[in-house]
Structures are given as C-alpha cells and as structure tokens.
C-alpha cells in the first residue's frame, strides 16, 4: 500500500509518500519521497523542494494559488529528478493532519461530505489551520479523483479526557457552546506515548506516562492506560505552557487591563500573545531556543530571565500532569527542544528526584530515540523522535 501523508498548513505544506508493499509495518521506514512548499518568503512566488529517487530539486514557481502549488508538488512524484512512480494511480490512500475535529471526532475517519462540513464548521476554532486542511483535502480530491482519504485529527487523542479536565470555570453556557478544552499534538503524544511502551517493552495500558512536545509551540500530556486524561493546551493552542512566541497560560486580568488601559484591539492582543510573547517576547533575541541559551550563555540578562521562566513553567505543568496521572512510570521529551536540548532535559526534571526520577551524567543528544535516565531511576526518562507523518500513515492503514 502506498499512502501519500499531507500536512497543509496557512504557509507551507509538508507531504511523504510511504510504500508499505514491502517489510515491517511496525517499524518506521523512511519516505520514498518528500515535498513542502513555502509561500512566506516571496510575494507572488511560492518556492518548492522535492526529494525521492536519490535526487532533490529545489524551484521557485510563479504560483499564488494554493491549488495549483499542490499540484506542482504533487506531480514531482511522477515527473522530472524526483520521480518514484509511474503515474498517481499507484497511490492508495491519502492522509491529512486536520488540526480541529471538535468534539464530534474522537478517532481518525475516512473522509467524506459530511467530514468535510464538520471541518469547515470547526474553522472559527482553528481558523489558522482548518480553512488549509479542507483546502488540502479538496485539492487532493481534483488531483486524485476518488482516491480515498483519511482524516487525522490533533485533538482526537485528548477527547476521551474527564469531564473535569476539559472543562473551564466559567459559566455553564460555555459548556454547551463547546467553550472546552481541546488539546493539540495529539497525534505526537499518541506516538511518543506507544513508542515509550515499546522501548520499555511494557502494555500501554499499564503505564502512566508524561509526554512532552516542546518545539516552538510547547504542550504535556497525562497518559494513563493509553488515554490522554489531561493536557495544557485548552481551547486554542495558546494555552498552558510558555512557548517559542506564544505566552502560554497568562492572568485574563492582564487581557483587561491592556483593552481598558492602553486601548488594545482583538487583533493586537492576538498578535501580542501569539507573535510576540514566550521565548521571543522575553528574551528579545529570538523564539529558537538554540539562540536564547547561547544568549544566556554570553550574559545576556533577558535571555537568562526567559530560560529560567520557561524552565519555571514547565517544572509546574510538569508536576500539575503527576497529580493528574496519580504515578509516574515514564517522562518522554519530544519535538525540536525536546528531542536536542540535554539541559532542557537536566533542568526539567531536577525537581522530581523526589519521584525516583534521576538522569544519567553523560547527557548527549542523538539520532536513535534513547533512554536518558540512570540505572537506579525509578522512573524512566525518554528521548524520542516524534513521527507524526508515519502516525498518520499508520491511522490510514489501521482504518482502511
């Protein structure tokens, strides 16, 4: 089976192409073919890469149109350097990352009419994201015709939370507004969550284990018995934890202050918390934490500041998703910080010796998923590369 992963977001797209005809479906293989286009860096021009084949080509087109961009990319599959097949007909089934699937979808489902009109109904909950994904699922369906095609959703791994846990304190009319919260990168979590169970060659369902993506958008997950029971990002993925340029959880107070006080708008609170908070706002250097940490190194005061509250931050939604778990077998790292940072590593679990939870000296980045804890550890720590596009290639396999 050769299935075609999408992640279409409002800039860029991402796509592989997985050929499963041949070896282990359990094990990660790598793509016969990748593609991505970027529309942010020239007007009226979006820029293309491929690679399949042993080549890789890199364009710049004269295309503003969403559409036609996918076909171009599309059509390096089956044409010029990067070709690995004969025609599109030899794919089978394609994938979409769709960000916001509400409270209606709970698990990956093939898509259809109605699919496609719960997307695009759920678009005032993400409408950076889901007006791109349903633009992807109706190129794709032009392109390939009647091909089928799966929907992945990022919130469907934290919609079997408690009750208590998705709920907010306000009034009860946000309840049946579906004002809750939702979590994201459900599909990371869900990854890095059975990957912990088998490189612990343990159930899942007999773990209790904290995940942590932490890239430019940062968020934790409790999952117990293979269920995600809590998680910091809430009814958008602004919530909870300081981010590369999102502030994460701030007092509303503040909010109220700044509309009454200095007169801000919607749109520029957006931006301010969004664009020009977290680890850019603090440090004024940079949202990569590469950049802040050798900031922080040369004695730069904001840097040093946004390193310790970041790190602050993440100790206490650490130890709020413990309680949450009621145990703690295993702490996974994941997502660009996650997944190369040995003192992010260090410095996050320092506080939670108490738990048995203890590191090993020699803390080193690298390649393989890896297991960073001490012999006499209690509580495993994991490093693992998350694999969102295989996940989603495997919920395709799993549904059809």
Request: aromatic share 6%; hydrophobic share 40%.
């Amino acid at each position: 089976m050769k299935i075609l992963v999408l992640n279409a977001g409002s800039s860029s797209h991402k796509s592989c192409l997985f050929d499963l005809s041949q070896g282990d479906v359990g094990a990660v293989p790598q793509p016969l073919w990748r593609a991505a286009l970027d529309w942010t860096h020239q007007p009226g021009k979006v820029e293309l890469s491929a690679s399949g084949g042993g080549e890789t080509i890199q364009q710049v087109l004269p295309i503003t149109d969403k559409a036609k961009g996918l076909k171009a990319m599309v059509n390096t599959l089956v044409d010029g350097p990067t070709q690995v097949l004969e025609g599109l007909a030899a794919i089978d089934v394609v994938g979409h990352r769709v960000v916001h699937g509400g409270r209606e979808y709970i698990d990956s489902v093939r898509i259809d009419d109605r699919v496609k009109a719960a997307i695009e109904r759920l678009i005032p909950l993400a409408p950076a994201h889901n007006p791109a994904n349903l633009q992807g699922i109706e190129a794709l369906e032009d392109i390939l015709g009647d091909r089928p095609q799966v929907a992945v959703f990022d919130t469907a791994f934290h919609a079997r939370m408690p009750e208590a846990a998705a709920t907010y304190p306000g009034p009860h009319a946000w309840v049946e507004q579906g004002i809750r919260r939702y979590g994201f990168h459900g599909i990371s979590h869900q990854y890095v969550a059975q990957r912990t169970a088998d490189m612990m060659n343990c159930d899942l369902a007999e773990l209790k284990i904290l995940t942590c993506h932490l890239g430019n958008g940062c968020s934790l997950a409790a999952v117990k018995g293979g269920i995600s029971v809590d998680t910091t990002m809430g009814f958008t993925p602004l919530d909870g934890l300081m981010m590369g340029s999102r502030s994460g959880s701030v007092d509303p107070g503040i909010l109220i202050y700044l509309m009454r006080q200095e007169g801000y708008s919607a749109d520029q609170l957006d931006r301010l918390l969004n664009k020009e908070s977290g680890l850019q706002g603090l440090s004024g250097q940079s949202n990569d934490m590469r950049s802040v940490v050798e900031a922080m190194e040369g004695g730069n005061p904001q840097a040093q500041l946004a390193f310790d509250t970041f790190i602050h931050r993440l100790r206490r939604e650490m130890g709020g998703m413990v309680a949450s778990l009621g145990g703690l077998d295993a702490v996974v790292f994941t997502a660009g910080i996650g997944e190369n940072s040995p003192l992010v590593w260090q410095q996050a679990c320092a506080p939670f010796e108490f738990l048995g939870l203890r590191l090993r000296s020699d803390l080193t980045r690298s390649k393989e998923d890896q297991d960073i804890a001490s012999d006499n550890s209690r509580v495993r720590s994991l490093v693992i590369h998350t694999q969102e596009e295989w996940a989603i290639a495997q919920a395709c396999l799993a549904l059809l």
